[in-house]
């Protein structure tokens, strides 16, 4: 796909873009914090989820901005690529044994406190889906798809808050996560397919 075709989806609305990505922002900070307080699987997962988004949302900017490219503002867009894509990576690994380690151990949550941290996911999941609302073209169904796939880690979180399994929430918290490092990989091959696109 080339460079015009493939940032239709977000040229529309250039507000819209800097929203979603203040929003993912937001979110990550607050589920990032969540996670590490209630020491809750499906946050940090979802933690993971939003440091995508802005990932690919930064790369989907970049590609469609028309300013005038130099080798300064490569190389800082590449340095941004790079820590976002290393804290990525890092947040899964992590979520991987920390999922594993609750699977065996798992802890009471308290609901109320992760349905808070998990709230501003749902606001990221909004702006998201507004903005794939603006596809043009028919490969921005995969957008769409992404899209889905980045809301799921905060319909867990609320669905796992608002659960009342008690100890068992715990458990189920190990294995929603491992799952959701699982859908990180899936959205990560969206987007590979299409780069090479």
């Known amino acids: 796909m080339d460079r015009e075709n493939r940032g239709r989806c977000f040229r529309s609305s250039p507000r819209l873009v800097k929203l979603d990505l203040v929003a993912h922002g937001v979110a990550l900070v607050s589920c990032a914090t969540g996670g590490i ?17 802005s990932g690919f949302r930064l790369y989907s900017k970049e590609m469609t901005d028309e300013l005038p490219r130099s080798r300064a503002r490569d190389a800082m867009f590449s340095a941004v690529q790079l820590i ?11 979520v991987t ?12 949550l308290d609901a109320v406190a992760m349905a808070g941290f998990a709230a501003p996911g749902a606001f990221a999941g909004v702006t998201t889906a507004a903005l794939t609302s603006w596809a043009v073209h028919d490969r921005c169904g995969s957008d769409r798809a992404d899209a889905l796939l980045s809301a799921a880690p905060t319909a867990a979180a609320l669905g796992i808050a608002f659960s009342g399994l008690g100890a068992d929430a715990g458990r189920l918290d190990a294995l929603a996560g491992l799952a959701i490092v699982l859908m990180l990989c899936a959205r990560t091959l969206i987007y590979l397919a299409q780069t090479l696109d």
Do not use: R, Y
């Open 84 to 94: 976002l894509w290393t804290s990525c990576v890092v947040l899964a690994i992590f």
């Open 37 to 53: 307080v209630l020491e809750s699987v499906v946050l940090m997962g979802a933690a993971s989820h939003h440091v995508a988004s």
């Open 97 to 108: 044994a920390q999922g594993a380690h609750g699977l065996f151990h798992a802890e009471p």
